[in-house]
């Protein structure tokens, strides 16, 4: 089975210009996530995907940003326009859900995909 | 979200068994404990994950004491490819909260 998908790889930008990431989730998961962790600190939630709705976007740094799940298959990010602190590593990840001990989905695995480093010269 | 905390690094030798420690004094009853492990490059990868007492599989064992409030992560005779950044999350729900992990050098 194929895991979580990411591209590009690597994405070397000048500020102000813009640039869309994008995640295949694996086949079959309904929520997806991005995370992303930015000059070498934490990797940071960004914000969750239940089929093609926003579940919970507390983690968008500000309106520069904007996800999309058209469908509710793949997803993108699109950064626009980009600045320096943008730079960093997008992570994606992607879950089914389980039914957790409290009887909802408490309980779940996320899938990571490699990430996409993202370069804001 | 609850936070936790752990030690920045730790060095082990191959063949050694390895334990790190996680605190999460504010953990709230709904939320899981959960251990991923990250290569350099390479997005998070999932352990093990545990709601109290003793859970074990194939990779390792997770202890959680009775108040909830810290877990160890066991990880038996490790290899030099369990080099790694490994985190201790809370998880309630579907947000994660990663902190800074602890960094793994095994030694040959």
């Known amino acids: 089975e194929a895991g979580v998908t990411q591209f590009p790889s690597h994405s070397v930008i000048e500020k102000g210009q813009t640039v869309t990431l994008r995640c295949d989730p694996i086949s079959g998961h309904d929520n997806l996530y991005w995370y992303r962790r930015v000059m070498g600190k934490e990797i940071k939630f960004l914000l969750h995907?239940?089929?093609?709705?926003?579940?919970?976007e507390s983690g968008m740094p500000n309106n520069r940003f904007l996800a999309e799940r058209t469908g509710g298959t793949y997803s993108t990010l699109k950064v626009q326009p980009a600045e320096l602190e943008d730079s960093g590593v997008y992570f994606c990840?992607?879950?089914?859900?389980?039914?957790?001990?409290?009887?909802?989905?408490?309980?779940?695995?996320?899938?990571f995909g490699p990430g996409t480093r993202l370069t804001v010269l | 979200l609850a936070k936790t905390t752990q030690p920045i690094s730790m060095d082990s030798y191959e063949g050694q068994e390895v334990n790190i420690t996680c605190s999460h004094n504010?953990?709230?009853?709904?939320?899981?404990i959960t251990w991923y492990q990250q290569f350099p490059s390479q997005g998070p990868r999932f352990i093990i994950q545990g709601y109290k007492t003793k859970v074990t599989n194939e990779v390792a064992s997770l202890f959680i004491p009775a108040d909830r409030k810290s877990s160890t992560l066991s990880l038996p005779r490790v290899s030099l490819s369990d080099t790694a950044v490994y985190y201790c999350?809370?998880?309630?729900?579907?947000?994660?909260?990663f902190g800074s992990g602890t960094k793994l050098n095994v030694k040959p």
């Open positions: 995907f239940v089929k093609e709705s926003k579940q919970d």
């Open positions: 999350l809370v998880v309630n729900f579907n947000k994660f909260y």
């Open positions: 504010n953990i709230a009853t709904n939320d899981y």
């Open positions: 990840a992607s879950s089914q859900d389980r039914l957790g001990r409290f009887g909802y989905s408490s309980y779940n695995e996320q899938f």
